[in-house]
């Protein structure tokens, strides 16, 4: 079919739905994810209240003050991670919205070939985006294992034998 400029190609519907069901299963999923990403970052933001609190009712002298310092400070960590990992997974998702979009542009108006590369940059930069959010979400994993080993310390040799 011929393109004029100014005119709309002919198009099906079901094509235009077509094209955008992958991207549109991708921002799907990332939707859970950034949900996911979320909960966590409430379930640890409620456990460093807890955190400050006990360490204003501890006095500096007993055991426990050293050990909640240093769980204090791994969880604004953790949760410093889980900010800039939910970051990169909402850019992800705006940049697969521009794909979407671009996709059932590029079906509009085929010839236009800053379409169809606005669409894939948008689909290939929010993978990105995915994949660094995935990561910052690794490393803060990888932090929690530290926080068990901290909740632990102020205990006897015995308790810590049981514990690990």
Same mark, same amino acid.
């Given at each position: 079919?011929?393109? =004029?400029? *100014? #005119?709309?190609?002919?198009?099906?519907? #079901?094509?235009?739905?077509?094209?955008?069901?992958?991207?549109?299963? +991708? +921002?799907?999923?990332? &939707?859970?994810?950034?949900?996911?990403?979320?909960?966590?970052?409430? /379930?640890?933001?409620?456990?460093?209240? $807890?955190? #400050?609190?006990?360490?204003?009712? %501890?006095?500096?002298? $007993?055991?426990?003050?050293?050990?909640?310092?240093? $769980?204090?400070?791994?969880?604004?960590?953790?949760?410093?991670?889980?900010?800039?990992?939910?970051?990169?997974?909402?850019?992800?998702?705006?940049?697969?919205?521009?794909?979407?979009?671009?996709?059932? #542009?590029?079906?509009?108006?085929?010839?236009?070939?800053? +379409?169809? &590369? %606005?669409? &894939?940059? *948008?689909?290939?930069?929010?993978? =990105?985006? +995915?994949?660094?959010?995935?990561?910052?979400?690794? %490393?803060?994993?990888?932090?929690?294992?530290? /926080?068990?080993?901290?909740?632990?310390?102020?205990?006897?040799?015995?308790?810590?034998?049981?514990?690990?």
């Amino acid at each position: 079919m011929l393109y =004029v400029m *100014g #005119t709309v190609a002919p198009y099906k519907l #079901t094509d235009l739905l077509s094209s955008a069901g992958a991207t549109i299963g +991708i +921002i799907i999923a990332g &939707t859970i994810f950034l949900q996911f990403l979320s909960n966590k970052y409430i /379930e640890l933001s409620g456990r460093y209240r $807890q955190l #400050t609190g006990e360490y204003r009712g %501890v006095r500096s002298e $007993q055991n426990r003050h050293a050990p909640l310092r240093t $769980q204090i400070r791994l969880y604004r960590r953790r949760l410093n991670l889980l900010n800039w990992a939910s970051w990169a997974a909402a850019l992800a998702l705006l940049n697969f919205l521009l794909a979407v979009i671009a996709g059932g #542009t590029s079906l509009l108006y085929p010839p236009v070939v800053a +379409i169809r &590369t %606005v669409g &894939t940059s *948008g689909l290939l930069i929010g993978l =990105v985006f +995915i994949g660094v959010a995935v990561s910052i979400d690794l %490393v803060e994993s990888i932090l929690s294992r530290k /926080e068990l080993e901290e909740e632990i310390a102020d205990l006897d040799e015995e308790a810590r034998g049981l514990a690990g």
